[in-house]
């Protein structure tokens, strides 16, 4: 993901250590100061945060990573990035909360990353992969259209995506910013009037009109940009909904469902925000209903109710704390519902 | 390949998590998929630690191994926490210098090696994990002799270099021990 990132042209890191997402940190500071960029780590996620502000105000591609309580240190910067329109790119190891919680693999910062990495009216990005080498190739994605959007992506991977190996593949070229950022506070050497970064707005009609901009933008976004993979969807009568690591548990427990004569499929949300919600709402004409699982009491399944919008039943089945489900938990709950169901 | 899917048991500091990327390197020399998974603890040392490997020709569902077809154990907590997990047919390599237990399933191979005696005898110590390798090698045959080879040039760190003769000659012994 580090690799990934140098890559896609990110020679700005700023970042605190937290499990299990260290080896993002301290993959960085072997390496930025072999290729001339900066590594530093700040005395807290919140002056990190802040640092990560600054670059991008000068245009260039900055990065932090941290863990679940390090990303609720960083919601205030994140905000103030969203609110000055700005890109960047966040990765978020998650582990089990809410406190300190534990260091084992969580998706309970669902919530967290689609709905308040922030206080104010705002969206960011957010990629969820599940593979090693899903995440080295949405970490370019991210780049790209952070500088599209000018606002901050996330990559929300978690413990177990965090800690495992697999082998990948890199891109050939060096990825090319085509985006030109004529709004970076880069000097104005007299040939301009100069640039100003900012998210204080006093006149309440001025800031939202530029709330409203961005909403517009949003609009945009969630038309173009949704991403989703679908597996064995189109003869589905029970579709499953996971994302992130969960999800690979969960296409192992549909095709052992597909062996048992079950007919199961999966839609796996590869953006979290915007959410597929296209994809969803196309399988809730054809099949008898839903079940959303996670590694959480239940909080991608709140996106799902309303794509579906009551047309087929919507379950539920998780594991919360650290505890990764098994495919054999997964493919009960299947069995049970569709058992159910019948 | 039947056999693809493993799990590594022992305490922080026995070298399971290494053991693992030999394991998984190997596959990858193979020109298989593979995927590595460590779950530890927050100690460095005396914690518990696992790891699961795994090498299919398939791209990998589920990296987490419940059901092992080969289990190392290396200490007598990870023994009796996982021997009934693994998959019938299944292998389970035991350190029986570390534990003084045997199974009494008889759908699985057991393969008893005093690896860590083995080890201090040869003058080999901190490597019962790889004559482990070696004997669990022996039994399945997961990987080409010669990819585990590349595996452990590519898994020593630069620094510890001169510990690869080391490391073959602990395969060889694991690969030998009746």
Known sequence: MAEAAIKSGCRHFFGYPITPQTEVAAYMAKRMPKIGGTYLQAESEIAAINMVLGAASAGVRVMTSSSSPGISLKTEGISYIAGSDLPCLIINVQRGGPGLGGIQPSQADYWQATRATGHGDFHILVFAPSTIQEMVDLVYTAYDKADEYRMPAMILADGMLGQMMEPVEFPEKEADQKIEKPWATTGHQNKRAHNIVNSLYLDPNELEQKVVERFKRYERIKEKEPLAEEYLVDDADIVLVSFGATSRIVKSAVNSARAMGIKAGMIRPITLWPFPEKAIQKAADTVSCFMSVEMSMGQMVDDVRLAVNGKKPVYFFGRTGGIIPSPAEVLEQIQKTMGGAK | ?178
């Open chain 2, 1 to 178: 390949m039947a056999l693809k899917n493993f799990l590594l048991a022992g305490f922080g500091g026995q070298g399971i998590l290494f053991s693992g990327k030999v394991i998984a390197y190997s596959g990858l020399m193979d020109g298989k998929e593979v995927s590595w998974l460590p779950s530890y603890g927050p100690e460095m040392r005396g914690g518990t630690a696992n790891c699961s490997v795994c090498i299919s020709d398939e791209p990998i569902g589920s990296p987490l191994v419940l059901s092992p077809d080969v289990l190392m154990a290396m200490n007598l907590q990870s023994f009796d926490k996982f021997i009934d997990s693994v998959a019938p047919g299944g292998v389970a390599v035991i350190d029986c210098t570390l534990i003084d237990k045997k199974s009494s399933r008889t759908d699985i191979t057991a393969i008893y090696v005093p690896a860590t005696a083995l080890a201090s005898e040869n003058d080999l110590q901190g490597l019962a994990n790889i004559i482990l390798i070696g004997a669990i090698l022996k039994h399945t045959g997961f990987a080409d002799f010669e990819a585990v080879k590349k595996a452990i040039d590519k898994c020593v760190p630069p620094k510890k270099r001169h510990l690869i003769e080391a490391n073959l000659r602990a395969i060889e012994l694991g690969m030998q021990y009746e």
